[in-house]
Nanobody
Framework: QVQLVESGGGLVQAGGSLKLSCEPS????????MGWYRQAPGNERELVAVISHLGITTYAESVKGRFTISRDNAKNTAFLQMNNLKPEDTAVYYCNCNWFRGLRKYDYWGQGTQVTVSS
């Protein structure tokens, strides 16, 4: 059974920084995509950033230039460095890890970590 555990959330003032970590347990296929998503109250969950096992990244337009996603392939751990945070970044941030084996998709989510940015 795969579990993803996020850490690093908290309360920060606008302009501040936080670094989120996502550490998995269980059997993880190495050729995976890891990512961060967020959900603010009343909104749908949205993509923040994803990174493949080859290091290819994709970012939401709203975080480009401020957030950086990275990973440690040896540990299948993912990180999200968030700089110049804005009140609109306030949300629960979720880690995701997924991969395909044949036609089957394996898709796992963490429990989420709260990020609150005060103005």
């Amino acid at each position: 059974q795969v579990q993803l555990v996020e850490s690093g959330g908290g309360l920060v003032q606008a302009g501040g920084s936080l670094k989120l970590s996502c550490e998995p347990s269980g059997s993880i296929y190495s050729m995976n995509v890891m990512g961060w998503y967020r959900q603010a109250p009343g909104n749908e969950r949205e993509l923040v950033a994803v990174i493949s096992h080859l290091g290819i990244t994709t970012y939401a337009e709203s975080v480009k230039g401020r957030f950086t996603i990275s990973r440690d392939n040896a540990k299948n751990t993912a990180f999200l460095q968030m700089n110049n945070l804005k009140p609109e970044d306030t949300a629960v941030y979720y880690c995701n890890c997924n991969w395909f084996r044949g036609l089957r998709k394996y898709d796992y989510w963490g429990q989420g970590t709260q990020v609150t940015v005060s103005s």
